[in-house]
């Protein structure tokens, strides 16, 4: 596979969010997060799981955090 890139967005960023992103990181996709449409939704998660997370994803698999709108203009152009 090439350099091909996968968008993720879901409801558990430091559980779902996180595993899927290091999924496509392994398989070689560039992993683009849309910051916004993520959320930590389990009541007992310290304040910071949410941001640890994604410094995870931007620090370790180099993939980038970015929040709908950019999102919006930078990979879903009209064709």
Do not use: F
């Not at 779902?16 to 990181?25: E, K, P, R, Y």
């Not at 995870?56 to 698999?61: A, E």
Request: aromatic content about 6%; hydrophobic content about 40%; charged content about 25%.
């Amino acid at each position: 596979m090439g350099c091909d890139t996968v968008l993720i967005a879901g409801a558990s960023t430091d559980n779902t969010v996180l595993w899927t992103a290091g999924d496509a990181h392994q398989y070689r996709y560039r992993v683009v997060i849309v910051e916004d449409c993520t959320m930590v939704h389990r009541e007992k998660e310290p304040p910071g799981a949410q941001e640890c997370a994604l410094r995870i994803i931007r620090n370790v698999l180099r993939g980038e955090v970015l929040p709908l709108h950019e999102v919006t203009a930078k990979y879903l152009k009209a064709t």
